[in-house]
Each structure stands twice: as structure tokens, then as C-alpha cells.
């Protein structure tokens, strides 16, 4: 009697257990998914595989086809590029013409995201700070509302504000300011016959184009201040300005880095802006579309290209050790 209960208590775990397996599904489809539920390892590679592909082959294999062009050259007299490793292309960067339009890129880099930041921190400040509900919700609409636009529409539409019959020049009429903009304007370097071919011209759109990138990554590092930091400075009889030194700007320090890292490489890379708005001194980003285009010269032109490339490097190893990408 024993022996019998136990054999059926058996074949009821056996039962049980069989039970518990589902059965397949049927077709290519269940029998994918069966496959792919007991190997996770082969779902993920089948993911992976297409965005891994377009990052290796398409966008990495495009910039390392840009950098051999780099250390090719061009015969002077035939104009034909000689597939030869050399660094005469790179030397060429060193000249007093070459030079030039590397600094002057660099130095409008520098200075727009150096304004970028004092405009946007006050802005960010009050948005992280004072900003509730609507207003909260007024504030991102207000940031991000001249990126749903077209960067295109964005640049001629300023083209026309600063031109020589702008609403610019209009305004400084009215207010009988003209004689400010005509001094202004007469500055050398920063002046010239208006204000659409001057670098003033080309500083203010950088500005405007590129400051919401700068707002958003200096709001996110301000709401991270604890307000309890400020009152604790202001209870230990810390002036504003000194809570503001020692207090709140180091604590949003990374978020400036990390904003800068945006409005420093999009001007350093543009070439819409300063061949729209600006003189005739070129860009680096002119420079390659003159040098691949009307010179011919590639190797030149990829020379040119790997100038951001590495000068980003750098500013990304010195951002990385600010703490800027905790900000991102």
C-alpha cells in the first residue's frame, strides 16, 4: 500500500513538472522566439549588431578615411594628389594665411562661449532657483523654442536685423544713438560697413543660435545646489557675493564646463554663420569647403578638419577631469 502511494506520488511530481515546460510555439516566428528566450546572449548580439555597424564601418570608417587624407599631398604643378604618407600637408597649417584662420576660429570660439555663459547663468540661475509650474514650463518652452526652428530661417532672419537698413540701425536712429553704432562700427577687426559683414555680426548669431546649449546643461547644474549650502553661507555671515564664489559658482562649475563644451565645438565646426553673417576672413569650416571645393585640394581640406578634432580632444580630457559629463 506504501509502495503504491509513493509510485503515484511520483508520477504526479513527473506530471508536474512536464506541466511546467510550456510548448512551443509554432512557426518561424515562435520558433525565433523560443530561440531567442533561451539564448539572451544571441538577441543581444542581433541589436547590437546594426548600431555597432553603422559606428565602425560608417561614421568611425568615414573619419579614419578623412585622417589618411590628411597625410597625403598635393603636386603643386599637376594639382594631383600624391598617395604618399607625409606631414608637408600639416606644415602647410603653419603658415602665416593658415594660421590665421585657425586662431581667428579658435578665438570666436572662445569668446562666444565665454559670453554664452554669463548670459546664460543668470537665466539658469533664476530658472533653477524661482521658476515654479507655468513658469517652469515657460522657461523650457522659451529656451528651446529657436531650436524647433530652422537654423537656416534663424541665420538670414539675422542677416536681415543686422544689416546696414536693419531694424538694428533703425532702432539706434530713433533713440538717436547712430553715432555710437558708426564708432563702434569703425573699430577695426570687430567693425566694418555694417553690422551683417562685421565679426560683431557673427558673434551676436553664435550667441543667439548656440546659448540654449549652454541654459540647459547651467540650469541642471543649479538645481543640484542644495539650498541648504546657501543658507548655511548666509547664516555664517557670508555676503551674496562671497556665497556666490564659494558656494554656488564651483558647484555649478561643471555645468558651465559641460555647456561649453557644446558652444565651443558648434562654432569651432560651423560654416553656415560666418559665411552668411560676417567678412570675408575665413573660418576654419570655409576653409575646408574652399580648399575641397574650389582649390581642390583635399589633403589640405582634411588637414584643416582634424584641427577641431584634436583641439576638442584636449578640451574634453581637461572637462572630463572638471567633472563636466556629471552634468550631462
Not at 530658472?127 to 531650436?147: D, H, N, S, T
Request: one cysteine or more; hydrophobic letters at 55%; glycine letters at 8%.
Amino acid at each position: 500500500m506504501t509502495a503504491t502511494t509513493a509510485t503515484s506520488a511520483s508520477n504526479a511530481t513527473t506530471v508536474q513538472n512536464e506541466s511546467a515546460v510550456l510548448p512551443g510555439q509554432g512557426g518561424i516566428t515562435g520558433a525565433l522566439s523560443d530561440k531567442f528566450w533561451r539564448n539572451p546572449k544571441l538577441l543581444l548580439i542581433l541589436m547590437l549588431t546594426p548600431p555597432a555597424l553603422w559606428l565602425g564601418i560608417i561614421y568611425l570608417g568615414s573619419l579614419f578615411a578623412l585622417l589618411a587624407q590628411s597625410f597625403f599631398s598635393i603636386d603643386e604643378f599637376s594639382g594631383m594628389v600624391q598617395y604618399e604618407l607625409t606631414l608637408k600637408t600639416y606644415g602647410e597649417l603653419f603658415r602665416p594665411a593658415n594660421l590665421d584662420i585657425i586662431i581667428r576660429t579658435v578665438s570666436m570660439a572662445a569668446i562666444v562661449t565665454l559670453a554664452a555663459a554669463c548670459v546664460a547663468f543668470p537665466i539658469g540661475y533664476f530658472a533653477a532657483r524661482y521658476a515654479r509650474g507655468k513658469w517652469k514650463a515657460l522657461f523650457y518652452i522659451g529656451v528651446m523654442l529657436p531650436l524647433w526652428s530652422s537654423y537656416l530661417v534663424k541665420v538670414y532672419a539675422w542677416k536681415l536685423i543686422l544689416a546696414k537698413e536693419g531694424i538694428l540701425t533703425w532702432i539706434f536712429t530713433k533713440l538717436h544713438l547712430t553715432w555710437l553704432l558708426e564708432a563702434w562700427l569703425a573699430i577695426p577687426i570687430i567693425g566694418g560697413y555694417s553690422l551683417s559683414v562685421s565679426y560683431t555680426g557673427t558673434f551676436l548669431v553664435f550667441l543667439y543660435v548656440w546659448l540654449p546649449f549652454m541654459v540647459l546643461p547651467v540650469q541642471a547644474a543649479l538645481e543640484r545646489v542644495p539650498g541648504s549650502f546657501i543658507e548655511a553661507s548666509g547664516d555664517l555671515g557670508a555676503t551674496p557675493g562671497q556665497t556666490f564664489r564659494h558656494v554656488i559658482f564651483p558647484l555649478a562649475l561643471p555645468g558651465i564646463v559641460a555647456g561649453s563644451i557644446f558652444t565651443f565645438s558648434l562654432t569651432l565646426g560651423d560654416y553656415i554663420i560666418p559665411q552668411i553673417v560676417g567678412s570675408s576672413r575665413l573660418f576654419i569650416g570655409q576653409a575646408v569647403y574652399a580648399q575641397q571645393g574650389t582649390a581642390g585640394n583635399i589633403p589640405l581640406a582634411a588637414a584643416f578638419t582634424v584641427v577641431p578634432i584634436v583641439i576638442m580632444g584636449f578640451y574634453l580630457w581637461g572637462a572630463k577631469r572638471m567633472g563636466a559629463f556629471d552634468a550631462l
